[in-house]
């Protein structure tokens, strides 16, 4: 069964860092490419960052770009997603999602960081 | 950036009766062009990949069409259990982006 556990979110005051873990099981996990997608509180879907199956290669979005690293180790069946300089902004459920060619086909329960003072 | 616009935002359905959502791209995205439900508490779930494309233990009511920048999800004899929210989601470029959303209410 492929599973996809989040962990690593809670609360932390604005400027802060937390570093996010998937760490994923019931598939091999260096065969796929992998993303991170937030949903702030009452909100809609947001892609955060992409990365492939390698680690070579990386995307992200605009309101994150120089502040969150996307990171795997694939000996460790593992995603990674650093956040440093954290604003209210970056309030979400962060989940990770498995990508099968361009969609994502298995997703986490999801985590969630709180921005706050 | 490729933006994805939903209509509606909002809609309040009866049961068995058939809904479409449709799903608007900035700019021509062939045929990548997904779809997801998302329930209250829940992760999102794929129901339609390529436009059109069926996924496995998704119900036969849940259909897609388009192409281009046009793109319709639709469920046919709605269920009670079709109350979420869906979303569309384009691969085509990054970054990726997502629709605002529809929700579903069943009345």
């Known amino acids: 069964e492929v599973q996809l556990v989040e962990s690593g979110g809670g609360l932390i005051e604005p400027g802060g860092s937390l570093r996010l873990s998937c760490a994923v099981s019931g598939f091999t996990f260096s065969g796929y490419e992998m993303n991170w997608v937030r949903q702030a509180p009452g909100k809609g879907l947001e892609w955060v960052s992409y990365?492939?199956?390698?680690?070579?290669?990386?995307y992200y979005a605009n309101s994150v770009k120089g502040r969150f690293t996307i990171s795997r180790d694939n000996a460790e069946n593992s995603l990674y997603m650093q956040m440093n300089s954290l604003r209210a902004e970056d309030t979400a459920v962060y989940y990770c999602?498995?990508?099968?060619?361009?969609?994502?086909?298995?997703w986490g329960q999801g985590t969630l960081v709180t921005v706050s003072a | 950036e490729i933006v994805l616009t939903q209509s509606p935002d909002f809609q309040s359905v009866t049961p068995k009766e058939k809904v479409t959502i449709t799903c608007r791209a900035s700019?021509?995205?062939?045929?990548?062009l997904h779809w997801y439900q998302q329930k209250p508490d829940q992760s999102p779930k794929v129901l339609i990949k390529y436009v059109s494309q069926s996924i496995s233990g998704v119900p036969s009511r849940f259909s897609g069409s388009g192409s281009g920048t046009d793109f319709t999800l639709t469920i046919n004899s709605l269920e009670a259990e079709d109350a979420a929210a869906y979303y569309c989601h384009q691969s085509s470029s990054f970054p990726i982006t997502f629709g605002q959303g529809t929700r579903l209410e069943i009345k």
């Open positions: 999602a498995r990508q099968e060619g361009g969609y994502y086909d298995s």
């Open positions: 990365i492939s199956r390698s680690g070579s290669i990386m």
């Open positions: 700019q021509s995205i062939g045929s990548s």
